[in-house]
Structures are given as structure tokens and as C-alpha cells.
């Protein structure tokens, strides 16, 4: 059933709810449809996070509007503005009511749940607060992985809209003013540690090296520069706007934004002497606070880390009995997992070239599989849900590859202008094996995230706050899910390495469970971590270096794809048990898929199984 602008915001309409222990009365109307209070919230927010709506292509950040000529507050006074934004909303939403119907009750738990998020651990004082993001709280706002001098900087890059000279105007205001936004950075790293919390210190020492790469080189080569040049032909601007535009970024990449990245990583370094050799949350102040925090949200879990760490060596055991099997069908008998599976990937029948010639050897053969999965659609889903968004597959930017994960998905924007972008990460070509491509072109493209966020992005006229929603465990949980859902489809089946690279992942995320839970809660240092990791699934060194390290600066993230895979496999057993001779796949991922991301009990409710 197809729903107009007029049918939704009907049922979405709301009112202040009564007090009480008011007498009683007559019931209060609903508001008219025009107006959407849940709109007002999303424009409330928004407007503290402007990054966000940028990123996701909302309409005030397109053509030059408002939230694309700023980046977020990152101040002290910037992320209390935020929280208490979170606070105020969620304060707000318990005073209105609305229609009964099911589509409207749904839209708000998804909503109530978002503001949840958000204020869970506002206790914390340090550290970052975002719902509408994938990493939930971070402890720190700067690290080698993420934070405003990778993310803002990506996403004027990639992101931002440069299709008008209004939105290039806007870019440009937003690159002048890099010496207020990293000021408030420098600001909120002091406060956070005045607080009491320094990030770890390997995080500090591969976090300098990002900062170096935006301050060297000659300007016209700079990566925002290359950027802006190479966006702004594409999109037929005329020349001489384009010439202008280049111009005053060169000027304010060397007058304004280099200065003030300089006094960034000197803060940073300033902070060595300070920093903690400890990996783990726990030894941050209120650290056990802030993961069980993250734990509840990332992994949308009320486990234990205790229980998540058996569930995870167990999954660990199974997974590695299957893989066991399959190389022993290769002849490979001798030695651990992982040693067999690094043996293999050396193998230089599964590697390709070195060089830039392998590189795009590699992207070329990712995007087949791509194109081979999207063959698949009309097993997978019902006609009327396939994605129409394309998807882009790059390699993850040089200057910020060496703290980036091994592939990871940008959705496409709201507009539909911005394609979805499969990135993957080629600093290593001895980290991708040739057999681990198929699974996670699976898990980031088709039938994975792309599909997953393209068919959420078409749901509809949903409130904005639906439309832009991010729960982890959802989102990565399906991730997973489609990996083993082309397995099931028949992919691997003249492909016995790449049925192993699948496991390999799979195993991967098990022992997320594992090390995440032993760094933050079990105290292991980092080389405890690195060498479980590495022994148990046989991954390159560099990449499972980069990836403990991840976990240290994300607490919680990595507990999402595992315990998501878990719930929704039974989640689908259940269904199609209950359906009986009805039972189709595709029924069951239309009610997963065409509502976006939610928590899990809320897909649990929608596939009637409450």
C-alpha cells in the first residue's frame, strides 16, 4: 500500500496529552496534517546537528541551504546545546499523543527509541553524542578513525552537495569557517580532559599522521581542492565559477583551515605525555557506565558483556568447525584456522597485483559481484521494493586509508542525487584475499547495506527522523545477514575459497564479540586483542591491528553485526514457521527492510511474532 504526503502526516499528527489527573473532558483534537510536530523536532535538531542532515542530503542542506555552510558546535558549550536538545525532545515527545493506528505508533517508538539513545549516557560528560550515527557515544571526539578532521573533511569531499553555485558558495562559507569549528574542537578535547579522559595513546599516535597528511602537500593537490575541482566539472558549472571557487578555497585552505589543523595536532601531541597505555573504556572515568550504554544501544542487546563474550566463543567454535571442514576439502589438514587461511590468502593465485593496475583489477572484479547480487532482486524482494539507487564502488582515500576499516557503505542522499558508495580499502592488497571479496561486497553493496538503505530511503513521505535513523545492531545485523543470505541463494556453490572467505568474515564478527567485550570489560591490553584476533580467523596483521584499534575508539560498535545476524535468523525461523505453507523470503524481508532501521523488538512486532 502506497501512502501520500497527506495520508502520513494524518497519521502522524499529535497533541499535548492531558495531565492525569486532569477531570475529564472532551478529547483534545489532532492537529491538522500540516502541521508535523515530528518535523519541528527534526528541524530542532537538525539545526544543532548540522553534519548530519548534510550527510544524509536533507532539503536545508541542498542548494546552498543553511545546514551546508556549517559544520556541528563542537565546543563544550556546543555538545551541552546538543544534549540538551536530545533531552528537550525526548521531555516533549512524552507530553503529546498520537493517532492509533499502527503505522503512527511504530514511527513514534522509532522515534522515542532514537531520543533514547541519545540521552542514555548523558551522565558521561566527555566525548561525542550523536543517535543518528553508527558509533552512538564516542569517548573521543578526535582519534585515527573518525572524528570532524577525517568526517567533516570526507564529507565536503564526498558528501556535500556541489551541484548549484549557491551550494558551492556554501561549501566555501563552510571551509572559512574551519578556524571557529576546530577551535571548538581544540576546546572540547581541553574540557574532556580536564575531565579526566585521554584517548589511549597509540590512538593519539595514528591520529597524528592524519593530521600531517591535510597540512603537507602543495595546495592544488590538496584532497578538498582535487575535490571541489573534479565535483564542480562533473556536475557543468561553468568555468569561471569553477575557477573563482578554486581560488578562494586555495586561499582558505592556506590562510584558514592548514593554521588551525596545526594547532589541532599540536594539542594532539601535547596530549601523549598524558595519555593512557590502557586499551579499554574501563580505565576512563565512568567507563563502565559508558559501555553499558553503548552495549544496550550498538548492540541493542540486555546481555551481559559477560554473556555476549561466551555467546561470542561459541559462535567462534561452530563457525570454525564449518570452516574446518572446508579446508580439510582443500587438502589443508595441518595447523590452525588461521594459519590455513593466511597460507591461503598468500597464495598468489588469490592475490592480486600490487600495483595501481591490481587495484582496479580488484574494484573491477568487486563490481561484478555487485551486478551479480542486484541479478538476484527479484528472488530476494517483492518487485515493488527493489532498490532504483545506484551504487559506486571507490577505494578508501589514501591520506585516511591506514585508520579506516577494510570496506564500509556511505548512503545515497535523501534527493536521490548522491548515489550510495561501497569504499574499500586497499592500503594492504595482501589484506584482501581474492575469496574475501565476494562476502563483503555482499555485506556493503547488494544484497546488504546499499539495498538495506535504498529501500529505507524510498519509504515513503516517513518524518525525517525515520528516514535518518541509524540503529546499529539493525543495520549491521542485516549486513551480515544478506552475507549468509547469497550463501543460502546458491553464491559459493562453485566457489568453495569464497564459501571460506564468507566463514572467515563470520568468524570475524564472532570474535567481535569477544575482543570488544575483553577490551572494555575484561581489561585485555590491545596485544591481547590483536593476537586472539589474529590467531583465531588468520587476517592479515594490519588489518586486524586497524580493526582492534577501532574497537578501542568505538566501544560497542563491533557487538552490532553478530548479535543483529543472531536475532534476525530467528527472527526469520519463527516467521516462516508461523506462515507455514505461505512462508516466502521475500515477505519477510519486505517487513524487516521497507519501514528503515529500528530496533529489533520493533521488527519483531512488525513481523507479528509479539
Known amino acids: 500500500m502506497k501512502f501520500s504526503r497527506r495520508d502520513t502526516l494524518t497519521g502522524l499528527a499529535l497533541v499535548p496529552a492531558a495531565p492525569v489527573f486532569a477531570r475529564k473532558s472532551k478529547a483534545l483534537p489532532l492537529l491538522p496534517p500540516e502541521a508535523s510536530p515530528f518535523d519541528g523536532l527534526a528541524d530542532r535538531l537538525l539545526a544543532l ?25 563542537y565546543s563544550p558549550s556546543g555538545e551541552a546545546a ?44 566527555y566525548g561525542k553524542v550523536n543517535p543518528f550515527n553508527f558509533s552512538g557515544h564516542v ?29 558551492v558558495d556554501a561549501w566555501l562559507e563552510k571551509l572559512d569557517s574551519f578556524p571557529a569549528a576546530f577551535g571548538g574542537v581544540i576546546e572540547k578535547v581541553r574540557a574532556d580532559r580536564a575531565a579526566g579522559s585521554v584517548p589511549p595513546r597509540i590512538l593519539l599516535e595514528k591520529t597524528l599522521p592524519v593530521l600531517d597528511a591535510f597540512l603537507s602537500g602543495v595546495p592544488d593537490k590538496h584532497p578538498l581542492i582535487r575535490a571541489l575541482a573534479e565535483r564542480t566539472d562533473a556536475a557543468g558549472l561553468s568555468r569561471r565559477t569553477r575557477q573563482l571557487a578554486i581560488r578562494r578555497a586555495t586561499t582558505s585552505l592556506q590562510r584558514r583551515a592548514r593554521p588551525v589543523f ?36 550498538l548492540g541493542d542487546t540486555r546481555l551481559s558483556p559477560d554473556e555476549i563474550h561466551a555467546i561470542g566463543l561459541d559462535e567462534v567454535a561452530r563457525i570454525s568447525a564449518q570452516m574446518n571442514t572446508l579446508l580439510a576439502g582443500q587438502g589443508m589438514t595441518q595447523g590452525s584456522i588461521g594459519a590455513r587461511m593466511s597460507a591461503l590468502a598468500r597464495d598468489p593465485k588469490n592475490q592480486f597485483e600490487d600495483s595501481d593496475a591490481g587495484r582496479e583489477a580488484l574494484l573491477a572484479y568487486v563490481r561484478e559481484k555487485v551486478r551479480g547480487a542486484e541479478a538476484l532482486y527479484g528472488k ?66 547488494v544484497p546488504g547495506h546499499h539495498t538495506q538503505g535504498s529501500v529505507a530511503t524510498a519509504y515513503g513521505e516517513a518524518p525525517l527522523l525515520i528516514r535518518i535513523g541509524s540503529f546499529n545492531a539493525y543495520q549491521e545485523g542485516w549486513g551480515l545477514y544478506a552475507e549468509r543470505l547469497m550463501a543460502e541463494m546458491g553464491a559459493y556453490e562453485a566457489d568453495p575459497l569464497g564459501d571460506l572467505g564468507r566463514l572467515q568474515d563470520e568468524l570475524f564478527r564472532a570474535v567481535r564479540l569477544v575482543v570488544d567485550t575483553g577490551l572494555h570489560h575484561k581489561r585485555w591490553t590491545r596485544e591481547q586483542a590483536i593476537r586472539t584476533m589474529q590467531d583465531i580467523t588468520g587476517i592479515a596483521e594490519t588489518r586486524v591491528t586497524a580493526e582492534v584499534e577501532r574497537y578501542m575508539a568505538w566501544p560497542g560498535q563491533a557487538l552490532g553485526y553478530k548479535l543483529g545476524q543472531l536475532r534476525l535468523l530467528d527472527l526469520r525461523q519463527r516467521y516462516m514457521a508461523s506462515r507455514g505453507k505461505n512462508a516466502d523470503i521475500r515477505g519477510f524481508h519486505a517487513l524487516v527492510l521497507e519501514a528503515g532501521a529500528m530496533p529489533l523488538d520493533l521488527v519483531e512486532q512488525r513481523l507479528g511474532l509479539t
Do not use: C
Not at 570532524?148 to 553555485?165: A, C, F, R, W, Y
Not at 594539542?267 to 573504556?281: F, H, I, K, Q, Y
Open 262 to 297: 596545526a594547532r589541532l595536532r599540536a594539542e594532539v601531541a601535547r596530549m601523549l605525555g598524558a595519555a593512557p597505555t590502557d586499551s579499554g573504556l574501563w580505565a576512563q572515568p565512568q567507563g563502565a557506565e559508558l559501555y553499558a550504554a553503548n552495549v544496550r544501544a
Open 139 to 167: 569517548p573521543y571526539v578526535i582519534n585515527q578513525i573518525a572524528g570532524p578532521h577525517i568526517d567533516g573533511v570526507n564529507q565536503m569531499m564526498e558528501q556535500q552537495s556541489l551541484q548549484t553555485p549557491r551550494a
Open 49 to 73: 546537528m548540522p553534519e548530519t542532515g548534510t550527510y544524509n542530503g536533507v532539503p536545508a542542506s541542498l542548494d546552498g541551504g543553511p545546514l551546508a555552510r556549517r559544520m556541528d558546535d
Open 380 to 445: 530476494l524482494l517483492p518487485e515493488a521494493l527493489i532498490p532504483r539507487q545506484s551504487l559506486v564502488v571507490k577505494r578508501v582515500p589514501v591520506a585516511t586509508q591506514d585508520g579506516a576499516p577494510g570496506g564500509f557503505y556511505d548512503g545515497p542522499s535523501l534527493d536521490g542525487t548522491r548515489p550510495g558508495t561501497y569504499w574499500i580499502n586497499l592500503r594492504d592488497m595482501a589484506a584482501v584475499a581474492r575469496f574475501r571479496l565476494p562476502t563483503l561486497s555482499y555485506h556493503e553493496g
Open 82 to 125: 546538543i544534549r540538551s536538545g536530545l533531552k528537550a525532545g525526548k521531555e516533549w515527545l512524552a507530553t503529546v499523543r498520537t493517532k492509533g493506528d499502527p503505522r503512527s505508533a511504530m514511527q513514534r517508538a522509532v522515534i522515542e527509541a532514537t531520543l533514547e539513545i541519545g540521552t542514555r549516557s548523558a551522565g558521561v560528560p
